[in-house]
């Protein structure tokens, strides 16, 4: 399914986001940030309830620029904090204190950074073949009584009319990241069902969906991911280029009256 998984970027990065986002170029760290802003308020209460302290060693897979591993080293007080992302170009500036990274991919058979009392992934799992085995891979990286929490997008609207220009683009980019990475949401909703499958207690799951106000986050989120994906969403079919341009207009001016995909966030406990 994935064409390009393990093609190298002009840098010899490869991996996530290399056809569509090209992370090579410049704004790809702040295209991250602006669906951190959007959705790390949510991720940080979540990871609060769990429970963070002095004691806790976290691991946050996919780290991508730091903002939840920083927290975590930061303000939630956490002792031990590596973050490990397959290119850490984002995260090495910040690394130092509690604060710790790892260049490694996560579906390496060898990847064995250690055991954990918390792990948490944003954003990933959706990215990578077989989530059932990736979530058992972190499964047996926690101690017992240690924490998995897991958040990935949830796609609430493009399956049903009506077919509006801002359904058309969503539809498109889901295709395009699809084909392209291998980006699957489909399977997200049934994260509680995976989580108990993979032997955790204490399951369970919530979702947020950031408003589409004008000049928001998550619109501009999405403004910058279908303008770095734009001839692959038009390859699509799903979408030709007078709707692709009404569907921005309707997200810049905030008119899109719809809903923005959202960040399911499932969690349990080894027992
Ligand atoms: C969409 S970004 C999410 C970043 C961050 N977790 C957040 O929520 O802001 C996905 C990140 O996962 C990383 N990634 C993708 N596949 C990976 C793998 N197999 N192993 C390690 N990191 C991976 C990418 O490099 C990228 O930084």
Known sequence: MPADRTAAGPDGTGGYGESLFEPWK???GDRIDLGSLAYDHVTRARLRAVGVGPDTRCLDIGAGTGTVARWLAGQAGAGDVL???RDVRFLEPHAGGALRTLAADV????????RFDL???RFVLMHLPD???TIARL???LVPGGHLVLGD??????AAPPD???????RAMWRALRTSIGTDVDWTPGYPRLLRGAGLTGVAAEVHVPPLAAGSPIAAFWLDTWARSREAMLATGLVDAAQFAAAQEALASGTADDLSPGLITAWGRRP
Do not use: C, K, N
């Open 26 to 28: 410049p704004g790809e």
């Open 83 to 85: 973050a490990v992302d």
């Open 107 to 114: 579906t390496d058979p060898g990847f064995d950074p250690g």
């Open 119 to 121: 792990i948490h992934a």
């Open 131 to 133: 989530p059932q085995r």
């Open 139 to 141: 499964r047996d990286l």
């Open 153 to 158: 997008a949830i796609d609430l609207t493009t």
């Open 164 to 170: 509006s220009p801002y359904r058309l683009a969503m």
